[in-house]
Structures are given as C-alpha cells and as structure tokens.
C-alpha cells in the first residue's frame, strides 16, 4: 500500500476500465444476463461500472424496465467486482505456506469465491451473487493478500496507534531520522508506516480528508482560568491570556510541550466551563475573537467522513482514511488524568501538534501558502462542545505591544462564575456580579 497516496489520479471511467481490466483474467463464463445498480444496493462505485458497460434497458433480475440503457451484462460486472478486490485478496499460491493437514492445503485462513463476494459484495438477491460467483474460474481459493498485516484499509488507523506507543515509551527526539536505529524490540513493527513518515501522512490524511476550515472574526471564543480563594479575579487580556514564556513555563498541555505557550479556549461557554474545573471553585471567563480569518484543522465536526467501498475510485489509503482520522482526533481528545501520566499521554498530540504549527502549509487562495494558526478538538466533558488550541502567544492579542494581533479581547465580556463540580466534572455555575 502506498503511504503517501490518497488519490489514483484516475477518472472514473479509466478506473471501471482498469479494474475490469484486472479482473479478466479470473472471469470465464457465458452468462448473457443483465443486472442494475439497484441489484447491487446501488453502491456508488459499483453504479458506475454498471452505467459504463450498461447495454440494456431491461435488468433480467429484478426485470425493472429504464428509458434508457442501465443494466449491464452480468460478465462486465463480474470482471469489475474480482478486479476490485484483488486490490485487498489474492490466491494462497501467491501468499501462503502449503500446509497438508489443513482442510485446503494453505497455512492460513483461505475461502472460495462465493465466501468472498458474500465477504464484500452488497446484495440482496441471492442470485444476483450466485451468477456473478458462476462467471469466477471455479479452480481458485482466496485469501487476504498480505495475511500478515491488517487489511489495507485498516492499517492506517493501526499505524497511527502504533506510532503514539512508539514515540511515548521508545523514541521522542530521533524518530524522525531516517538513520535512527532501534536498539532490541522497540514496540515499532516495520510491517506498518515508518515513525518518520507519520507525520506527513498526517498532513496528506487531513488534506484529503478536507479538515481544514476558517473561523473569522464573528467567532466567539472563550477562555476560562480558575481563580483561588481570596485572590483577585481576572479581567485583562494579559491575565485571561495565555501564559507567558519564562524558565519555568508555561507547563506542558494537551497540545504543547513545556514552555511552549498556546492558548487554549472553547467556542461555547458551556464547554469553557466544564473543561475549567474538576473541583468547587471560582472562574474568570474571558471572550476573544479573531483579528482576521484563520486557518484551523478542524477535528471537532459533528459528521463523520463517509464510508468508501472497494468498489470505488479512491487508494486503499482513502478507504482507510475515516478509521484514521477517527483515531487520531481521539487520540487528541482523550481525558488524561492529571496524575503525571500526562506527560506521556500527551506526547503523540504535542508532537502532532508542532508539526501542523510549523512545517504544515495550505493555500491562501491568492497562489500562496499559509500554515495553520490551531486545532479544533471535541470536549470530553461536554459532548456537543467544540475545544481550541490556538497557536497564539500573549504578546500576539490586541491590547498588548504586538503590532499585527492575532486575536482580539473583548474585556466587557469577561465573566465571573462560581462553579459546582462533582465526580471530577462540572455540574452548574453560576455568574457573580462584577
């Protein structure tokens, strides 16, 4: 599988010729019959091999009449469906020991074609599945084409869980290098994406998974910091900020090692809250917007990236793209507790995290390049919340001496809660009068 290519760069139509193509080979039969998409759930990709070779205004399955032609012969279909999935299966021949005491010869798990296609195929009539395993040559086994890796699709996602034990427990600094040697058994296994290769997959995944969006100035974000008893409350942009850069800090977070400043907030005042506290206490809630439009990488939208069949246009990368996004945007949000664990916790999305504020770069629209100024991240605390981390120092928010400010503070917004937590999550608050 090719680690760094989400797109064949091919049209459909070139991509139904070459798969069917593919699938010559193991297709000898004389079915003159007819099948619609509707036959076959009308999967998208498999809808447009039918429209290709579509000959027919009549399926001879379901009998459905068309104005025009939209059943193609079964064979076509048949060619095009093996041709898809040897992209993930093979026969043992190529790929497994000869086992004699097994039931088919082969070292491990084998199926014939009818288990494969009812493995992959949507349908709902049964003899729509049963004319395309007729039309297969009947002397062939199958099996998963590497049998000692998760399916293409799958690896992405164990690649990525891979990597953050990897860069937790074996290597932080060097992993990048292509000259880094393991020293014994490091927990990074070579059948999956090289640790020095992750992070620019990672840009590629986001690019082609589309995450990257705008938030502009009408965007409300809001900042909360704890305040102790008999301490002052907080109401300046230098307060309610980020912390500052000092020998001593600002401590390491989700998102940025030790003495690396970013400023993190939410985009509803709901989910400032209840990430504020794990205990009864006082909060100052500062409210800031953007100076001018941002570019963020957006893991905190609500729809989930849509399913990609075998049978469609995209890499076996692409299919896998949804598992790996979603493990990797988990990865980030995960409650970590604050027990010194998280200095390990946090290392895979720290070092995510530098990566997109410094070498990351998508364009401006104008034929230029921009880097990315944070990250949108769902609340653990509260479902329907949406965090920030925004790569945003004090000195770069409007009021203080930076010339080109990022963000803006809005100080008659700021407010004063007394807080109510139980079980290490907030449960009310309440606003104190200023």
């Known amino acids: 599988m090719s680690t760094h290519q989400f797109d064949y760069g091919l049209s459909p139509g070139d991509f139904v010729e070459m798969m069917h193509h593919r699938g010559t080979q193991d297709v000898d039969g004389s079915d003159t019959r007819t099948?619609?998409?509707?036959?076959?759930?009308?999967?998208?990709?498999?809808?447009?091999?039918?429209?290709?070779?579509?000959?027919?205004?009549?399926?001879?399955?379901?009998?459905?009449?068309?104005?025009?032609?939209?059943?193609?012969?079964?064979e076509d279909v048949a060619r095009f469906v093996i041709g898809c999935l040897r992209e993930d299966y093979d026969i043992p021949e190529n790929v497994l020991f000869y086992d004699k005491d097994s039931d088919y010869g082969f070292a491990g798990h084998v199926m014939d074609k009818v288990e494969l296609l009812e493995e992959n195929l949507p349908y709902d009539d049964w003899d729509v599945l049963d004319?395309?395993?007729?039309?297969?040559?009947?002397?062939?086994?199958?099996?998963?084409?590497?049998?000692?890796?998760?399916?293409?699709?799958?690896?992405?996602?164990?690649?990525?869980?891979t990597f953050s034990r990897y860069v937790k427990h074996?290597?932080?600094?060097?992993?990048?290098?292509?000259?880094?040697?393991?020293?014994?058994?490091d927990g990074f296994d070579d059948n999956y994406i090289p640790a020095r290769r992750m992070l620019d997959l990672l840009g590629e995944a986001v690019l082609a998974a589309d995450l990257v969006r705008t938030i502009g100035p009408r965007t409300r974000i809001f900042r909360a910091r704890p305040v102790r008893e008999g301490d002052v409350w907080y109401s300046t942009a230098l307060e309610l900020g980020p912390p500052p850069s000092s020998e001593t800090g600002p401590p390491a977070g989700r998102m940025n090692a030790a003495g690396i400043p970013v400023f993190y907030g939410a985009l509803e005042l709901e989910t400032c809250l209840s990430e504020a506290l794990e205990s009864n206490g006082r909060v100052s809630v500062g409210l800031f917007s953007p100076s001018r439009p941002l570019k963020v990488l957006d893991l905190a939208r609500a729809e989930p990236l849509p399913y990609r069949s075998i049978f469609e246009a995209v890499?076996?990368?692409?299919?896998?793209?949804?598992?790996?996004?979603?493990?990797?945007?988990?990865?980030i949000a995960k409650v970590t507790a604050r027990d010194g664990r998280e200095h390990i916790d946090y290392v895979p999305a720290q070092i995510v995290t530098e990566y997109f504020r410094r070498v990351f770069v998508v364009e401006d629209g104008e034929g230029g390049e921009e880097r990315l100024h944070g990250i949108l991240y769902p609340s653990t605390r509260n479902p329907a919340g949406r965090n920030v981390a925004l790569f945003v120092s004090r000195e770069e928010i409007k009021g203080t001496p930076f010339e080109d400010p990022v963000l803006r503070f809005h100080p008659r917004s700021t407010g004063r809660f007394l807080v109510t937590a139980g079980d290490d999550a907030v449960s009310s608050w309440e606003r104190v009068a200023s």
Request: include cysteine; hydrophobic fraction near 35%.
């Open 35 to 74: 099948v619609c998409a509707g036959c076959l759930r009308d999967d998208s990709g498999i809808a447009k091999a039918i429209g290709h070779f579509a000959t027919s205004r009549q399926c001879d399955f379901c009998e459905r009449r068309f104005r025009s032609e939209r059943a193609a012969p079964i």
């Open 170 to 185: 074996s290597s932080r600094y060097m992993f990048l290098r292509p000259d880094e040697q393991r020293r014994g058994y």
């Open 131 to 161: 004319a395309i395993a007729k039309c297969i040559t009947d002397d062939k086994m199958w099996c998963e084409a590497n049998p000692g890796l998760f399916l293409p699709h799958r690896q992405l996602a164990s690649s990525w869980e």
């Open 315 to 331: 890499t076996p990368a692409m299919r896998g793209l949804p598992a790996f996004i979603e493990a990797f945007r988990d990865d």
